[in-house]
Structure formats: structure tokens, C-alpha cells
């Protein structure tokens, strides 16, 4: 149980374009979904939150205008990264967890690089 | 904050234990998990600690003090494939991850 997967494991984009990355729980419904972003050796740093049906809440830094989230059901999230560039190239990372636990439960990632 | 602290590298032999010990912030606490993250790959879910004691699940243990703000994971009969990041993020609205324990199991 508790399985959470991501689409597209990997994506390479020119400067300029966008790109949407799905987050899915496959056997629990997600309440909550968490997108995350690291960068090499460095931390798993949290983007935003979203919960099913509200808007998304940004961590200070994020424009929300270039990472749209859209969480439109229980069981999918969307990120997109919008007139994407080579310093937006990172591993993003997305969760989902129940209303009823604190355990987050982690997509395998996406690898984006923009070229 | 939630001020997690842990050893950034440990290094270990294959067949040992190793400990890696976690401190953090205890206002406002609730729980604290543990991750395990690969090189390149997402975290994964190990265990999660809401009352003082230790658990076990198979090779992996984890403890926890709640009064003492203190928390261990314990390894044992270590194999190649635990050479990773082990995070210990505690909850919260969200989890702050911090860079982790990096260990390396050496033959």
C-alpha cells in the first residue's frame, strides 16, 4: 500500500518551454500532496503544498506563477514549470499523505533538465 | 525551528551495526520518521515514532525519547545497499528534511 508514482521519471526541454510533471497515489486517496525540488547534494527543499480542491501554498522563494500546482483530485497533483530555464534543472519530488497520518509517502521523482 | 541535528558522514563494515543519532527541537512535537534516500532516487519511508521506546522492523530499529529530544536508527547485520542518506525529519505541516546522515558500508 502507500504507493505514490510520477510522470515523467525524466524530462529534457529547451529554454522557454514548459513542462507538466503528474503525482499520483495509487491505492489511498491524498489529501495533502507536497512538491519538493533538490538540487545535487543538496537537501530536499519543500515547494508548495496543495490540498484536493484549494489552491496550492508556496514556500517563500517559489513563484507561484512559473510552478503552477493543480490538485484537482484525490489521487492526482500536477506541477507545472512554466517558460522553463537551464537553473530550474533539478529533481523534483512530490508526496501525498491521508488526512489521517503525518507519514508522507514519496513519488520516485522526476529528473528535469532544461537545456 | 525544528532544528534537526545529525552526524552529516558515517562510515561503516558490511555485517555491522551502525547507530545514527538524531536530535531535534522538541516544542510543539508529535512525531519523527526516518527516511532512507539512495543517491539519485526519492526518499523512502522507514519508520515513524510518536511514543518513547525503540521499534523494530526486520534489520531496522529506531528509538526515541520524546523528553530528551532524541532519536536513533539502528542498522544491524549492515549490507552494501544501505550506503545512503538517512533522514529524520519530524512532523509538522511539512517535513524539514535537512541534508541527512550519509552512510557508507564498506566491505
Known amino acids: 500500500g502507500a504507493v505514490v508514482s510520477q510522470h515523467p521519471s525524466r524530462v529534457i526541454c529547451k529554454s522557454g518551454t514548459s513542462v507538466k510533471i503528474e503525482c499520483r497515489s495509487l491505492?489511498?486517496?491524498?489529501?495533502?500532496m507536497f512538491w519538493y525540488r533538490q538540487f545535487p547534494k543538496q537537501s530536499l527543499m519543500l515547494m508548495a503544498t496543495s490540498n484536493e480542491g484549494s489552491k496550492a501554498t508556496y514556500e517563500q522563494g517559489v513563484e507561484k506563477d512559473k510552478f503552477l500546482i493543480n490538485h484537482a483530485s484525490l489521487t492526482l497533483s500536477t506541477l507545472t514549470v512554466t517558460s522553463a530555464h537551464p537553473e530550474d534543472s533539478s529533481f523534483y519530488i512530490c508526496?501525498?499523505?491521508?488526512?489521517?497520518?503525518?507519514?508522507?509517502?514519496f513519488g520516485p521523482g522526476t529528473r528535469l533538465t532544461v537545456l | 525551528g525544528q532544528n534537526i541535528d545529525q552526524p552529516t558522514e558515517m562510515t561503516a563494515t558490511e555485517g555491522a551495526i551502525v547507530q545514527i543519532n538524531c536530535t531535534y527541537q522538541t516544542s510543539g512535537f508529535n512525531g519523527l520518521f526516518w527516511y532512507q534516500q539512495h543517491a539519485g532516487e526519492a526518499p523512502t519511508f522507514l519508520s515513524y515514532?510518536?511514543?518513547?521506546g525503540l521499534e523494530e522492523k526486520g534489520r531496522f530499529s529506531s528509538f526515541l525519547s520524546r523528553s530528551k529530544g532524541y532519536s536513533y536508527l539502528l542498522l544491524k547485520e549492515l549490507q552494501m545497499k544501505d550506503s545512503a542518506s538517512y533522514l529524520c525529519p519530524r512532523t509538522g505541516y511539512a517535513l524539514n528534511f535537512g541534508k541527512g546522515t550519509s552512510l557508507l558500508v564498506t566491505p
Open positions: 515514532n510518536v511514543l518513547d
Open positions: 508526496s501525498a499523505r491521508t488526512h489521517d497520518t503525518d507519514t508522507q509517502y
Open positions: 491505492d489511498f486517496q491524498a489529501t495533502t
